[in-house]
């Protein structure tokens, strides 16, 4: 099997209720993996034991001040480098966060799209973000875990990843082995991906999870992706 490049690190800061919207489907296309919190204490306290590459966070902050959290996020980046922050925030919030401005800190509107959050992430990491192309279709996937086996479907699938429905989801961080069908063809799609987030029950149409590849199988790779060129072609 083929390995995929080393993930990056990120912590997001949702408060409670809120969806994440685009950011956690973008994040886990683009081979980044999410830790989630719910407050500022919360993110403080997982940035001071994780080496994470970036943190996001959306305004308003349930518990604290976003200068305290500026303040305080600055010291704990990855080798000792200061932390990276995108602030996320609408209406009179973003203009109120563009006061914090300033490396390590941008500020973006969500509603901007992904391509705004997609360059202001690429921006603060340093790096081009690579995105891979996401196209909805409904694959049967063979999930193998701990010996046990089930029959799910996909939702969405691309080279980096795929939405599988499932009334039971994975734990987050648990890797399992995989078999995908594919259209018009005589043999399996296998290898391993690892589950990096839950379907937003309020805000989804899937109820299920997201997974990331991990490896597959030797060839396998390039067919996932000349799958995915056909489908755009016979979507568009």
Do not use: W
């Not at 296998?190 to 990331?212: I, K, P, S």
């Amino acid at each position: 099997m083929t390995t995929n490049e080393r993930t990056t690190r990120i912590l997001t800061l949702v408060p409670k209720g809120e969806p994440i919207n685009t950011l956690a489907p973008f994040l886990a296309r683009s081979r980044m993996d999410i830790t989630r919190a719910h407050s500022g204490a919360e993110a403080l306290s997982l940035a001071g034991s994780i080496a994470f590459s970036l943190a996001t966070a959306s305004l308003p902050l349930p518990d604290m001040s976003v200068a305290r959290l500026v303040t305080e996020l600055r010291t704990l980046g990855d080798s000792g480098k200061p932390l990276p922050l995108i602030l996320l925030a609408t209406g009179h919030q973003l203009e109120a966060a563009r006061i914090y401005e300033s490396p390590p800190v941008q500020v973006v509107g969500p509603e901007e799209g992904e391509d705004a959050l997609r360059r202001v992430i690429a921006e603060a990491l340093g790096v081009a973000t690579r995105l891979a192309v996401r196209v909805p279709v409904r694959l049967e996937v063979e999930i193998q875990k701990d010996l046990a086996f089930r029959f799910c479907e996909t939702r969405d699938l691309s080279s980096s990843g795929m939405l599988i429905s499932s009334r039971r989801p994975l734990a987050i961080g648990s890797s399992f082995d995989f078999e995908l069908t594919l259209p018009h063809s005589q043999s399996l799609l296998a290898g391993c991906a690892e589950v990096v987030r839950h379907t937003e029950l309020m805000y989804e149409e899937t109820t299920g999870f997201g997974a990331r590849f991990l490896e597959f199988r030797i060839g396998d790779s390039a067919r996932v992706e000349a799958f995915i060129r056909s489908e755009q072609i016979h979507q568009r």
